[in-house]
């Protein structure tokens, strides 16, 4: 029985509250405060598969027991940390937690609506964790203890816990424009964000979010639907934000090194630029390839990229002589879309040459 487990901690000034469909089937839930310092202890996230590094409690389960979430993402948990420290004022959202039989409320008053959440175990985060994951990064960073909203709902079977959750991120369709500005946007957005702030991106600083400045050199939604692009090949159907972050960090990393003349245009004004490659256009032309280059060479069970040939295949192209980024060069006069699109197909044709030739040298080797 909960009544002889330990008691870790509760949580007073609960409301009870009930929604009624109006033909005798209630849902009764509570809302409360939980402060930060505690939320690590007393939650955790179901989910399918665990982060590398999680922020909170992450159990996958067996069974019917199995986690539905995505693992966690530690970047958006700290985006939404800076949020809320630099907008201490914003409304944010209540988190959704299932008591899991782990919470009991207790009214002084038979039937009353007003009491106490006693706590005896872990509630499972059915919406909310990166909010949670947020919260919890600030208590452990800088000791920010900070008290979050919830509505915990008892009694649910994991299958109605399930639901839950899908029909609370179905309808979040109708409010995602007030969750991005609490979220930070959509997943290729931080990323972008990321290539823009992270002391390791090719990119750092060079990303334009509202006004211009020198050495910028694409705008954010530019980047964003690159990302996109970038991340369109079936392998990374289940890639993690972080993994993406990593991704684009390493890929365009690898483009500096292989096109190393080329890349020499990022400290250089936009009327000094000599190639195309960091232009827009070579945004573009790369972010397609990615479909070419990195799709292939990602293995989503290990959620490993075989970089080594990702690197050959770069390679290949600068080394091929058949791939001329200058402005005044083979693809002179064409930029954006069109542009993007042309260099791709020249990418394309030039790797499958390439490959063309290895498997004749092959060939050539077994008639020996």
């Known amino acids: 029985m909960m009544t002889d487990r330990r008691e870790v901690c509760s949580f007073p000034n609960v409301v009870q509250r009930t929604l009624s469909d109006g033909g005798g ?10 402060p930060s310092d505690v939320a690590k202890t007393l939650t955790f996230v179901p989910v399918f598969e665990k982060s590398k590094n999680p922020i909170l409690e992450e159990v996958t389960g067996t069974g019917p027991d199995e986690g539905y979430q995505r693992p966690g993402s530690r970047y958006r948990m700290k985006n939404f940390a800076t949020y809320v420290e630099e907008n201490p004022l914003s409304f944010v959202p209540p988190v959704v937690l299932s008591t899991r039989d782990n919470w009991k409320f207790e009214s002084p008053d038979t039937g009353g609506t007003f009491g106490t959440l ?12 990166h909010r949670v994951g947020g919260h919890v990064h600030l208590y452990e960073a800088d000791q920010v203890i900070r008290q979050i909203e919830l509505a ?7 299958e109605a816990e399930k639901k839950l959750f899908m029909d609370i991120n179905d309808n979040a369709k109708n409010v995602v424009a007030g969750l ?3 979220l930070g946007g959509s997943d290729d957005v931080l990323v972008g964000r990321a290539l823009l702030e992270e002391h390791d991106s090719p990119f750092r600083g060079r990303i334009k979010i509202a006004v211009l400045r020198p050495g910028q050199l694409f705008t954010m939604n530019a980047v964003e639907k690159n990302v996109g692009r970038t991340f369109s090949h079936g392998a990374f159907d289940k890639v993690s934000l972080d993994d993406k972050v990593d991704i684009m960090k390493d890929y365009w990393t690898r483009i500096a090194d292989a096109f ?5 245009d990022i400290d ?8 195309k490659l960091l232009e827009t256009t070579g945004l573009i032309a790369f972010s397609l390839a990615a479909e070419d280059i990195l799709g292939p060479n990602y ?12 690197e050959d295949d770069l390679n290949r192209l600068a080394d091929s002589g058949q791939f001329d980024l200058r ?27 390439s490959n063309d030739r290895e498997d004749s040298h092959y060939e050539d080797l077994a008639d020996e």
Request: overall charge neutral.
């Open 25 to 34: 089937q209630d849902l009764v839930y509570y809302m409360c405060v939980m």
């Open 118 to 129: 006693r706590c005896f175990g872990p509630a499972a985060i059915v919406d909310g964790q």
């Open 152 to 158: 915990v709902v008892p009694g649910l079977t994991i």
């Open 180 to 182: 991005r500005a609490i």
């Open 260 to 264: 190393a003349l080329e890349w020499e």
């Open 268 to 275: 250089k004004r936009a009327s000094e630029k000599e190639y």
């Open 299 to 310: 293995d989503p069970m290990t959620r490993v990229m075989n970089w080594p040939q990702v």
């Open 327 to 353: 402005k005044d060069g083979h693809f002179e006069g064409l930029t954006g879309e069109v542009g993007g699109a042309r260099i791709h197909r020249r990418i394309q044709n030039v790797l499958a040459a």
